[in-house]
């Protein structure tokens, strides 16, 4: 079974921060996706992260600690349209990608 | 480039019907998957091909049938549809690239715009 959790619903306000997490659980470690989806709409892609540390990409960032099985998505000055579910997804047993339920983002003004 | 197509967007069929939900696309990448979504479980694999002429299994396979004859194209089909199946279905495509231990996995996919499909 899947082995990848994330919070079901956070809250934030529009302008603000938001850090969204991610453990996981799997051996031959090749890197976390991190994807965006929006109500009715197919997902997107984030992120790829496959060396621990911080990968910053405008108002995204993405995190990696391998030790700890350990990510997080960090959104910066929130806008309306980042309401959204984000999926965190780990490569397994080679083309088995593994996605976790993702995290609904509600941005209230 | 269309990237990758799915049809039909959506599809009502009676319990024991059969169908096929087609996926094209058009960025010549190896590897091409399909998933089903329903609420509360995200995305779930259940069928994936790495090149023409090879399929696996993914996590949720049974009742499902695939088959890649081409690059381009990745049809899934329901033999006897059931209730269960209601789902929203996404096919996905990408690169492969060598990961650890030798063992190849998709970069990142791009993901048609889902099949809505409802079994009475």
């Known amino acids: 079974g899947q082995n990848i959790d994330q919070p079901t619903e956070m809250t934030a306000t529009e302008g603000a921060i938001v850090q969204i997490n991610c453990t996981y659980q799997t051996s031959g470690f090749n890197g976390l996706f991190w994807y965006q989806q929006h109500a009715g709409e197919a997902p997107t892609f984030l992120s790829y992260?496959?060396?621990?540390g911080l990968e910053e990409k405008g108002r995204f960032s993405s995190f990696l600690s391998r030790s700890k099985g350990y990510s997080y998505l960090l959104l910066k000055e929130l806008q309306m349209k980042d309401s959204a579910s984000y999926l965190c997804?780990?490569?397994?047993?080679?083309?088995?990608?593994?996605f976790g339920a993702g995290t609904r983002l509600f941005v209230k003004a | 480039n269309a990237g990758v197509t799915q049809t039909p967007k959506f599809q009502v069929l009676k319990t024991g019907q059969s169908m096929t939900l087609q996926c094209a696309q058009d960025m010549n990448h190896e590897y091409m998957s399909w998933y089903r979504q329903d609420p509360g479980m995200g995305l779930r694999l259940i069928h994936y091909s790495v090149g023409a002429g090879i399929t696996d299994q993914g996590e949720v396979p049974n009742g499902y049938n695939v088959s890649r004859s081409t690059t381009e194209d990745f049809p899934l089909r329901l033999l006897s549809a059931a209730p269960s199946q209601t789902s929203v279905y996404f096919c996905a495509s990408s690169y492969s690239i060598s990961g650890t231990e030798g063992l190849g996995f998709s970069n990142e996919q791009f993901f048609g715009p889902g099949t809505r499909l409802t079994v009475l």
């Open positions: 992260n496959v060396l621990d």
């Open positions: 997804a780990v490569p397994r047993d080679g083309f088995k990608t593994i």
